[in-house]
């Protein structure tokens, strides 16, 4: 199946600790996102890669690393620094060059205890 | 002047009703315009794209209004199933350039 996976779905996390968030697509899009989503808020921009070896910040990235060393891979690192981690995630791809749409993965909601 | 405003709702319809979502957008060089749908604690998926021709799938209208700045989203004939999160979004460059999100307007279809 074609398609954005996210693993895991549920994570748990001591604070302090950094912890990697894995999103991975076999759609041949060329563009990936992250996001982030609290309870009853709108989604915001973590980092964002266009093509393999290059990505930018979005509106929140501190506190964040991401790597893009695949083009089917975009890893998400949320490191101690960031101070409220406790989040939804979500990853999203799309093909670049375009304005089509961005598709998301089913999202990682860790919670740092 | 946020980028996507939406009103937050909630909405509270009846089943067989018809209801209607705005939004309205900052960057007039915006490029594309889509709905998306997002249910309590899944990731939003696409409803509809915008077309400024206006377009239709179903029970769903979509309409935009450049010079207005204004998307709007019809749902007739509401269904229990239509229960969610509806997402305006823009694409404010041409290219594939991050989306920008609206928080949302969020609907409730009652029995």
């Known amino acids: 199946d074609g398609g954005i996976t996210q693993s895991p779905k549920y994570l748990f996390r001591k604070e302090g600790q950094n912890v990697t968030l894995s999103c991975e697509q076999n759609l041949n899009h060329d563009a990936m996102y992250w996001y982030r989503q609290d309870p009853g808020q709108g989604l915001r921009l973590i980092y964002y890669?266009?093509?393999?070896?290059?990505?930018q910040k979005g509106d929140i990235a501190e506190g964040y690393s991401v790597s893009r060393e695949k083009k089917e891979s975009f890893p998400l690192t949320v490191t101690s620094a960031q101070k409220n981690p406790t989040a939804f995630y979500l990853c999203?791809?799309?093909?670049?060059?375009?304005?089509?749409?961005?598709?998301f993965g089913p999202g990682t909601r860790l919670t740092v205890l | 002047r946020k980028e996507v405003e939406q009103d937050p709702g909630p909405f509270n319809v009846p089943e067989g009703a018809t209801v209607a979502f705005n939004c309205t957008y900052s960057n007039s060089a915006s490029q594309s315009f889509f709905w998306y749908r997002q249910d309590c604690r899944k990731e939003p998926k696409l409803l509809m794209s915008v077309y400024s021709s206006g377009n239709e799938d179903g029970r769903f209208t979509a309409q935009l209004n450049r010079a207005s700045q204004y998307i709007s989203l019809l749902i007739r004939d509401s269904k229990l199933s239509d229960s969610a999160t509806y997402l305006c979004v823009v694409n404010p460059y041409s290219g594939n350039t991050p989306l920008v999100f609206g928080k949302g307007t969020r609907l409730s279809v009652i029995a």
């Open positions: 890669s266009q093509i393999v070896n290059d990505f």
């Open positions: 999203a791809s799309g093909r670049a060059g375009s304005t089509d749409t961005q598709y």
